[in-house]
């Protein structure tokens, strides 16, 4: 990481970081669908899949790095995002129940609103997502 070994000051900073972040997030993940909210914090926001497919990559590839510790939670965690991510694609291979964009609003209400469909970023992190559950997990 950064070319820093463990035990440097820097690098134990930022592993840290990214672990707390990381250990928020799963226990933001809703339980049903795998997914995470696009208001993270607020169950009453839609679930959205482009994130979860960022978030999975992220865990998987830190997983694989040796950045997190290959433990259950952390699997399970990436677990659920790759199925709900593979329960999100179309039979055209698509990934639906992306946000269309997220802009800085001036309120929590209008993140609610922002339309749901395909986008070539969810896309792009759906790819990502698959390929490194298959290099780390599989």
Partial sequence: MLGLSKGD??????????????????????????????????????????????????????IRLRVLPKEEKYIRAAEKAI????????????LGQVSFGTPVFGNVAEYKTIPLTSMPYGQSLALLALTEHLRTLL
Avoid: C, M
């Fill in 9 to 62: 000051g820097l690098r134990d900073y930022l592993v840290s970081s990214f672990k707390a972040q990381v250990d928020a997030l799963v226990e933001l993940q809703d339980g049903a669908s795998g997914l995470w909210h696009t208001i993270l914090d607020d169950p009453s926001s839609y679930l959205e899949a482009s994130a979860t497919a960022g978030f999975a990559y992220g865990i998987l590839k830190a």
């Fill in 83 to 94: 199925q709900a991510i593979k329960d999100n694609i179309s039979e055209k291979g698509e």
